[in-house]
């Protein structure tokens, strides 16, 4: 780190699995970070204990209507004592604007969905690490996100805030595959990288068949076997959307054909993920799947810190398994990677629906086969010249008009 000063880091999406287990992170290391800036949607009330907790001023909070609610007014205190640095902002605009909180060194993206698009911008654009659980920013703006960090990596090296050797980590995964693949590439030439493996745990689903999947409920598909996360992505994770997410995630971080990506169930969850070489030489990350690793080396990268989690034990473990996903069930993750080799305006399209979908499916109006159909029915209608045909992702603007054209497709398909 450069110096001894503290990190300071913001932390949009606070309230949920990664933002409160990003917290966790901060108490086990107060001495080498500091939290800035906090944003939640609507869970005002842990916001706030988070604020007094880490003794944060900066605040935003998504949903407008608690302006005026009680807790509006403790948000307000909590953000006055702060002096001139409070701030207390509601609405989507507010959330995004505390990416650019001053002083602070690192944006910790833990929001879920394409809200979380802007943000990704917003914290690369200020010339701040971006610290990225929000896939959806990548599937949807990959091609825009990519080149903004390659600015900031540039700029970093300039400044001398990059390490010497490995990348200049401006844009750090802490979804774990993505940083199981990152660690795995430091000291390798990308040309003599031959694939990307990335493992899944296969879902609570994994073996069942379709006609076994037609009445499967919410419940069932919000307990995953190996990790305890958000429903929005837990429900990926049991239809394998999740997969086809993080190849789209992979493909852009990694720079990586997509034909030179693979995915392999490993239903331990010991094996985060892999990397290929040419001589034939893998290289496997493992740990214990506990999120708290793959957020915290996002923080501390070059560095490694204590870790305050139990090491995994290799005795205990007993054997490690390995099968291909069953696509043909599992639709969405040949859904993705289609998109994703399509590209242009089709991911943003594809992600949309499958929000639509899920939010749907969670609120007990569409079935989960519905998941997978919703998503083909909207990424068809596109690529045969609906909101204009597939399109290179040229703007924010764009690509958020192609999202709110696919809510529109997806919500007319459940109905
Ligand atoms: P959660 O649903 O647990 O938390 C989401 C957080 O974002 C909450 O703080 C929520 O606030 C806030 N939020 C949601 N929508 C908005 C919005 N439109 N504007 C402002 N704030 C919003 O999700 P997770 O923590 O599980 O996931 C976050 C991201 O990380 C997702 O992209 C997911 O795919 C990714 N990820 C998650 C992993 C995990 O283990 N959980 C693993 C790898 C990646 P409120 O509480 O007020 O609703
Ligand atoms: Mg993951």
């Known amino acids: ?63 407008e209507s608690l302006a005026s609610a009680p807790v509006g007014d403790l948000l307000r205190a909590q953000a006055r004592s702060g002096g001139e ?5 509601f609405g989507p605009a507010a959330v995004v604007g505390l990416a650019q909180t001053p002083g602070a060194d690192v944006v910790v993206n833990a929001l879920v969905g394409a809200a979380g698009l802007r943000a990704s911008v917003e914290a690369l654009e200020g010339g701040r690490v971006l610290a990225l659980a929000n896939k959806e920013s990548l599937v949807v703006g990959g091609d825009l996100i990519m080149p903004l960090s390659r600015r ?16 200049a980590g401006a844009l750090m995964p802490i979804d774990s595959e993505h940083g199981a693949i990152y660690q795995c590439l430091i000291g390798e030439e990308a040309r003599e990288v031959s694939r990307l493996w990335v493992t899944a745990s296969g879902g609570p689903f994994r073996g069942r068949s379709r006609e076994q999947l037609s009445c499967v409920t919410a419940a069932e598909a919000l307990a995953h076997p190996t990790w305890s996360m958000g429903p929005k ?63 915290q080396y996002a923080l501390s990268y070059p560095e490694r810190w204590d870790a305050p989690v139990e090491p995994l034990d290799f005795t205990k473990i007993g054997s490690l398994d390995f099968a291909a996903p069953d696509t043909d069930t599992f639709r969405c993750l040949a859904l993705a990677r289609c998109a994703g080799e399509t590209g242009g305006t089709l991911p943003a399209v594809m992600n949309a629906a499958n929000e639509v979908a899920v939010a749907a499916f969670l609120a007990g109006e569409g079935t989960y086969l519905g998941i997978a159909e919703c998503v083909e029915a909207v990424m068809d209608a596109h690529a045969a010249g609906g909101a204009g ?19 529109e497709e997806a919500a007319r398909h459940i109905r």
């Not at 939640?40 to 944060?56: G, I, P, T, Y």
């Not at 900031?152 to 990348?167: F, L, Y």
């Not at 603007?397 to 809510?407: I, N, S, T, V, Y």
């Open 152 to 167: 900031v990596d540039e700029a970093r090296r300039v400044a001398g805030k990059a390490p010497k050797a490995g990348p």
């Open 1 to 63: 780190m450069a110096g001894n000063a503290r990190r300071k880091i913001v932390v949009l999406g606070s309230t949920g699995s990664i933002g409160r287990q990003t917290l966790d992170v901060v108490r086990q290391h107060p001495e080498k970070l500091q939290v800035v800036g906090l944003a939640a949607h609507s869970n005002a009330k842990l916001l706030l204990a988070q604020a007094a907790e880490f003794d944060v001023h900066c605040l935003a909070l998504a949903d």
């Open 389 to 407: 045909g597939v399109q290179p992702a040229e703007s924010v603007e764009q690509l958020e008009a192609a999202d709110a054209w696919a809510r």
């Open 233 to 295: 992505i837990t429900i990926d994770s049991s239809t394998l959307m999740n997969k086809g997410l993080e190849v789209i995630e992979a493909h852009h971080l990694f720079a990586m054909p997509y034909d030179r990506i693979s995915v392999v169930v490993q239903p331990q969850s010991a094996i985060h993920s892999m990397v290929e070489f040419v001589d034939g030489s893998v290289k496997a990350h493992l740990g214990t799947t506990d999120m708290r690793i793959p957020i």
């Open 85 to 89: 640095d409070g701030s207390l902002g």
